[in-house]
């Protein structure tokens, strides 16, 4: 945790879910409604087919509701994109832009993760910029290196704390059950808050730096309680509420 600064706990249901899972985000919006909700923020990132319905579910909740990816252009000829504009338009106020599925599946770059992250500051979404460094780069002891080089590549000049998150995602613990040491995850989030301050100042001291790979209601607590770790980005247990809340509910214990 940093002082100051307010959790954000996150999910990203990805390529998962049609109108039946509609009732995860009901069960998460309610949830999410009590008085933790002063002090930690939730977010729930379905499928673009649900974004519209999740957020009128939610409505008259503290849930929050954002998209998985956008295209950097506000409008034009790329089939199958969604824009900026229209997640906003749905009245999402976030995108994940550089998840590392994005990045491997679709071959984006830092500067085009970038590019989509301008575009959400454009349209009024909060960015959540991931970045993390594979297996092998890990082996080879270059996990800061790739750290530095990524925050330096997508994360554009204009970002702030209000308009960025950044979340680290080593690829190696996406969807394994895996998870760093708690010392290395001190240390990346040491290291990225270093970074962040000597690019944009004391500004970047409240700059949401999340945890995402393989959190789980079991670990979520030791996780979330690490120096610079501001909250969570969940894929798998973010599907079923009871997780989810039970993640988020790890904040009643670190915010007492
Ligand atoms: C993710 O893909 O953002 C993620 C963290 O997945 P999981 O929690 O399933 O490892």
Same mark, same amino acid.
């Given at each position: 945790?940093?002082?100051?600064?307010?959790? @954000?706990?996150?999910?990203?249901?990805?390529?998962?879910?049609?109108?039946?899972?509609?009732?995860? =985000?009901?069960?998460?919006?309610?949830?999410?409604?009590?008085?933790?909700?002063?002090?930690?923020?939730?977010?729930?990132? $379905? $499928? %673009?087919?649900?974004?519209?319905?999740?957020?009128? @579910? &939610?409505?008259?909740?503290?849930?929050?509701?954002?998209?998985?990816?956008?295209?950097?252009?506000?409008?034009?000829?790329?089939?199958?994109?969604?824009?900026?504009?229209? *997640?906003?338009?749905?009245?999402?106020?976030?995108? =994940?832009?550089?998840?590392?599925?994005?990045? &491997?599946?679709?071959?984006?770059?830092?500067?085009?993760?970038?590019?989509?992250? #301008?575009?959400?500051?454009?349209?009024?979404?909060?960015?959540?910029?991931?970045?993390?460094?594979?297996?092998?780069?890990?082996?080879?002891?270059?996990?800061?290196?790739?750290?530095?080089?990524?925050?330096?590549?997508?994360?554009?000049? &204009?970002?702030?704390?209000?308009?960025?998150?950044?979340?680290?995602? $080593?690829?190696?613990?996406?969807?394994?059950?895996?998870?760093?040491?708690?010392?290395?995850? #001190?240390?990346?989030?040491?290291?990225?808050? %270093?970074?962040?301050?000597?690019?944009?100042?004391?500004?970047?001291?409240?700059?949401?730096?999340?945890?995402?790979? &393989?959190?789980?209601?079991?670990?979520?607590?030791?996780?979330?309680?690490?120096?610079?770790?501001?909250?969570? @980005?969940?894929?798998?247990?973010? @599907?079923?509420?009871?997780?989810?809340?039970? *993640?988020?509910?790890?904040? #009643?214990?670190?915010?007492?």
């Amino acid at each position: 945790m940093t002082p100051d600064v307010r959790p @954000l706990v996150a999910g990203n249901w990805k390529m998962n879910g049609t109108r039946a899972a509609l009732d995860q =985000i009901k069960a998460i919006a309610e949830g999410v409604d009590g008085p933790l909700a002063e002090k930690v923020d939730a977010l729930i990132c $379905p $499928p %673009a087919t649900l974004l519209y319905v999740a957020t009128a @579910l &939610s409505t008259d909740s503290a849930l929050m509701i954002g998209a998985q990816d956008c295209h950097q252009d506000q409008s034009g000829a790329h089939t199958g994109d969604l824009s900026a504009e229209m *997640i906003a338009d749905c009245f999402a106020t976030y995108v =994940i832009v550089g998840h590392s599925e994005r990045r &491997s599946d679709h071959a984006e770059t830092d500067h085009l993760v970038r590019a989509k992250a #301008e575009a959400a500051y454009a349209a009024d979404l909060t960015a959540i910029i991931c970045i993390g460094e594979t297996a092998d780069e890990r082996k080879s002891g270059q996990t800061l290196e790739i750290l530095k080089r990524q925050l330096a590549g997508s994360v554009p000049d &204009s970002a702030n704390a209000e308009t960025t998150v950044i979340a680290y995602e $080593p690829v190696w613990a996406i969807g394994t059950g895996l998870t760093p040491t708690v010392d290395d995850v #001190e240390k990346a989030h040491a290291f990225m808050r %270093a970074e962040l301050v000597a690019r944009f100042g004391d500004a970047a001291k409240t700059m949401r730096i999340l945890y995402g790979g &393989s959190v789980k209601p079991g670990n979520a607590r030791e996780l979330m309680g690490i120096a610079n770790v501001d909250g969570a @980005l969940i894929g798998g247990a973010s @599907l079923k509420a009871s997780d989810f809340l039970a *993640i988020y509910g790890a904040y #009643e214990v670190l915010t007492a």
